[in-house]
């Protein structure tokens, strides 16, 4: 099993590298909000990154100086980690932060303030597939052994961030709430434009049209695999195996090339069990 090599928190694995005890405590009890932040927040490997370059070209307009110099972990600092926890708490004006932290664990500030949390969710057969070939390729966490072991941990919620089921479900009793949008990556991939629209009308912010053209271009998938501050290629080796984990693919449905029908069908299984009393349509994939 996968556990062996994670940091157990109020009953969630977490990597050990970047992580401790006391950061995720003071994540949670100490992190201020402040009500112009805006927070990406995801289970891993659900177009986290993708969302933060969109945010930030949103910020600049569209301009990719700032997203081809500077890298997109201190653009947008995670707030339960220790390098970012202390960059988010020193930077100035409305900040762009990131989290995967479910939201039992999420800073007790945010839920009095105004800041914006924008959630993404997706196809977590593809969460899995993509999760497998990244925790392969980090030297931060253990290896899972196949697609099979590590769907297997993922059904059990023995995963670093725990069980996908209960963060999506946590995440998603805030739907209703005028600071807190909901994406999949399947829309922001169907059609991107539509949903950088959405993004932009719920932050408030004007974009002209030739900014908007800007912005889809410079966060597009070959824009970031060629970009190195968002790629990851000036990561330590001490972290990574090999360069470019983080850009795969950059598609949805790659789980069939995975999944055997019997795994997919008890997949299907648990997931009816698990997600029955909520909406379908929160749920935009096959």
Same mark, same amino acid.
């Given at each position: 099993?996968?556990?062996?090599? $994670?940091?157990?928190?109020?009953?969630?694995?977490?990597?050990?590298?970047?992580?401790?005890?006391?950061?995720?405590? +003071?994540? *949670?009890?100490?992190?201020?909000?402040?009500?112009?932040?805006?927070?990406? %927040?995801?289970? #891993?490997?659900?177009?986290?990154?993708?969302?933060?370059?969109?945010?930030?070209?949103?910020?600049?307009?569209?301009?990719?100086?700032?997203?081809?110099?500077?890298?997109?972990?201190?653009?947008?600092?995670?707030?339960?980690?220790?390098?970012?926890?202390?960059?988010?708490?020193?930077?100035?004006? #409305?900040?762009?932060?990131?989290?995967?932290? #479910?939201?039992?664990?999420?800073?007790?500030?945010?839920?009095?303030?105004?800041?914006?949390?924008?959630? %993404?969710? *997706?196809?977590?057969?593809?969460?899995?597939?993509?999760?497998?070939?990244?925790?392969?390729?980090?030297?931060?966490? +253990?290896?899972?052994?196949?697609?099979?072991?590590?769907?297997?941990?993922?059904?059990?919620?023995? %995963?670093?961030?725990?069980?996908?089921?209960?963060?999506?479900?946590?995440?998603?009793?805030?739907?209703?709430? !005028? $600071?807190?949008?909901?994406?999949?990556?399947?829309?922001?991939?169907?059609?991107?434009?539509?949903?950088?629209?959405?993004?932009?009308?719920?932050?408030?912010?004007?974009?002209?049209?030739?900014?908007?053209?800007?912005?889809?271009?410079?966060?597009?998938?070959?824009?970031?695999?060629? $970009?190195?501050?968002?790629?990851?290629?000036?990561?330590?080796?001490?972290?990574?195996?090999?360069?470019?984990?983080?850009? *795969?693919?950059?598609?949805?449905?790659?789980? +069939?090339?995975?999944?055997?029908?019997?795994?997919?069908?008890?997949?299907?299984?648990?997931?009816? !069990?698990?997600?029955?009393?909520?909406?379908?349509?929160?749920?935009?994939?096959?």
């Amino acid at each position: 099993i996968m556990s062996d090599d $994670n940091l157990w928190y109020e009953g969630i694995p977490f990597p050990r590298v970047f992580y401790s005890p006391e950061i995720l405590r +003071k994540a *949670r009890e100490e992190f201020v909000m402040k009500d112009e932040d805006v927070v990406t %927040v995801t289970f #891993p490997k659900s177009g986290t990154h993708w969302l933060m370059e969109i945010l930030c070209l949103i910020h600049s307009k569209g301009d990719p100086k700032w997203v081809q110099s500077v890298p997109i972990w201190d653009r947008s600092p995670w707030i339960e980690t220790d390098p970012g926890f202390e960059l988010a708490n020193k930077k100035e004006g #409305p900040r762009l932060l990131t989290s995967h932290l #479910p939201i039992h664990l999420f800073p007790k500030s945010f839920f009095s303030s105004k800041a914006k949390v924008i959630y %993404v969710i *997706r196809n977590p057969k593809d969460v899995i597939v993509s999760g497998y070939f990244y925790w392969s390729s980090v030297n931060f966490a +253990k290896k899972p052994k196949s697609v099979k072991q590590f769907l297997e941990c993922f059904l059990e919620g023995n %995963v670093p961030f725990g069980s996908w089921f209960d963060h999506v479900r946590g995440w998603v009793s805030m739907r209703e709430r !005028e $600071n807190f949008l909901m994406l999949s990556y399947e829309e922001l991939k169907r059609d991107t434009e539509k949903t950088v629209e959405k993004i932009c009308q719920f932050l408030g912010k004007k974009v002209e049209p030739e900014e908007l053209s800007l912005i889809l271009k410079n966060s597009s998938f070959q824009a970031m695999r060629e $970009n190195k501050m968002s790629n990851f290629s000036v990561v330590d080796d001490a972290y990574l195996v090999h360069k470019n984990p983080l850009l *795969r693919k950059g598609m949805t449905g790659d789980w +069939k090339n995975y999944f055997t029908v019997a795994q997919a069908e008890a997949f299907d299984k648990v997931f009816q !069990e698990k997600m029955a009393d909520l909406p379908r349509e929160l749920f935009p994939w096959e």
